[in-house]
Each structure stands twice: as C-alpha cells, then as structure tokens.
C-alpha cells in the first residue's frame, strides 16, 4: 500500500505560478513511476506529466497542453515528485492528483487526494 500527501495548490491570478508536492510511503518507491493528473468535475481525469523510472535514472514526459509551462521533478530518493506549474491560465483550474504507478508484483496505481488550483482571471 502507498500513502501520498499532496500540496501546493491555491488561488492564484492568470500568469501566476505555483509549485505542487507529492510525497509517498508505504514501499520502495525509487523504481515506480511518479506523476500528476487533473480532472474538473463531470470531466475526465486528464494526464499532465509523468516521471518514469529506468535503469539509467528518471525520464519525463508531458501532456501536449503542458510541455511548455509546466516543470515535473523527481527527488533523489525517490518518494517525491514535484511540478511548477507557471503562466496559469483559467482553463488550468482543476484538482491536480499524484499518481503512484508500480508494476511490482502487478500493475496498480495509486492516487493521493488531489490539490486544487484555481486561476482567476
């Protein structure tokens, strides 16, 4: 079982930023997958960005959307992830969720209970 605590979120105005934690236990988590999801109500949730592991270290990846304005890190230990999200727009109010993926012994996510951005225009 993997437990995560979520921060960050807030109000913020248009073109501001924020930066958003998640911090895990439970297991060994240095070689899992660590990310970020969005959903608004009665939407989908909608992926954002990912940290992967591999033999080689931790590589990213991004939603489109997210590319240019949005920053995922990984700490050194493993249990954390991290992602700046800047230049915010109204349309990136959202509850933002971490998501734990391990695939040992079988694939399982884990989600934390989400951290809401709001971005007034």
């Known amino acids: 079982q993997v437990q995560m605590v979520e921060s960050g979120g807030g109000v913020v105005q248009a073109g501001g930023s924020l930066r958003l934690s998640c911090v895990a236990s439970?297991?060994?988590?240095?070689?899992?997958?660590m990310g970020w999801y969005r959903q608004a109500p009665g939407k989908e949730r909608e992926f954002v960005a990912m940290t992967r592991w591999t033999w080689s270290g931790y590589t990213s990846d991004y939603d489109d959307f997210a590319k240019d304005r949005f920053n995922i890190s990984r700490d050194n230990a493993g249990n954390a992830t991290y992602q700046e999200v800047n230049k915010l727009e109204p349309e990136d109010t959202d509850n933002y969720y971490c998501d734990v993926h391990v695939n040992d012994p079988i694939p399982v996510d884990y989600w934390g209970q989400g951290t809401q951005i709001t971005v007034s225009s």
């Open positions: 439970g297991r060994t988590l240095v070689n899992v997958d």
